[in-house]
């Protein structure tokens, strides 16, 4: 059964502050994706991973960077934290890229105050 | 840009009703459409999807049918079910300009199920 796991499911921060969200699979998937959730917008691609040291641009990059230095952790980073950043954010990962089941996991509630 | 416009956003049924949720897209090269629910609290979960090549596909209670041509696909559940009560998402791949593919999803539906 894949499990995918995300540091923290509360987190509140200052604005200015620099956050780290981390996510770990263990089924050994190569793709790796994170994404916002906000109510009325669905869920927005902030940037994804096809393999270790990997990453690509989603469709809201702007205020995020990802790390990705072992296949099973995939690290979304907001360099300076903004109020408008306060959201859900899921990250997924996946065996075979975006044409197969992506597997979520429990998510953040980041509130940046 | 690429976009996938999802229809209802609420939608409210008694139990044993069926429910339909519509979703369009833009991208003519999209070719895999997946649906996903999440209950209240707990990560979104693949229930079904569909392929481009295919019309429709059946899984007990849920099916997908898909016309390509209109560009819109539709999740059906019949004979619902309180626990069928969550938010469906649909989602349809799409391609960078780098080439690699990506998931674009539907703003979700609120499904209520009354016993």
């Known amino acids: 059964d894949v499990k995918v796991t995300q540091s923290s499911r509360y987190l509140v921060k200052r604005t200015g502050e620099k956050v780290f969200l981390e996510c770990v699979q263990d089924?050994?998937?190569?793709?790796m994706f994170w994404y916002r959730q906000d109510p009325g917008l669905g869920l927005r691609l902030i940037y994804f991973s096809y393999d270790v040291k990997m990453k690509e641009k989603g469709d809201i990059p702007e205020g995020y960077s990802v790390s990705r230095e072992k296949k099973e952790r995939f690290s979304l980073i907001l360099e300076s934290a903004s109020t408008n950043q306060t959201s859900m954010y899921l990250c997924a990962s996946s065996l075979e890229g975006v044409a197969d089941t992506q597997y979520f996991g429990p998510g953040t509630r980041l509130t940046v105050l | 840009g690429e976009n996938v416009e999802q229809h209802p956003s609420t939608l409210s049924v008694q139990e044993g009703d069926s429910a339909v949720i519509k979703c369009t897209y833009s991208d003519s090269a999209s070719n895999y459409f997946p649906w996903y629910k999440q209950e209240l609290g707990k990560r979104p979960q693949l229930i079904i999807d569909i392929r481009s090549n295919v019309g429709e596909k059946k899984d007990q209670r849920i099916a997908v049918t898909l016309n390509k041509t209109a560009k819109h696909f539709s999740l059906h559940i019949t004979e619902t079910q309180p626990e069928d009560s969550a938010v469906y998402f649909c989602?349809?791949?799409?391609?960078?300009?780098?080439?690699?593919?990506?998931?674009?999803f539907g703003a979700g539906t609120r499904l209520a199920v009354h016993p």
């Open positions: 089924m050994d998937h190569e793709n």
């Open positions: 989602a349809a791949s799409n391609k960078f300009s780098g080439g690699y593919n990506k998931l674009i």
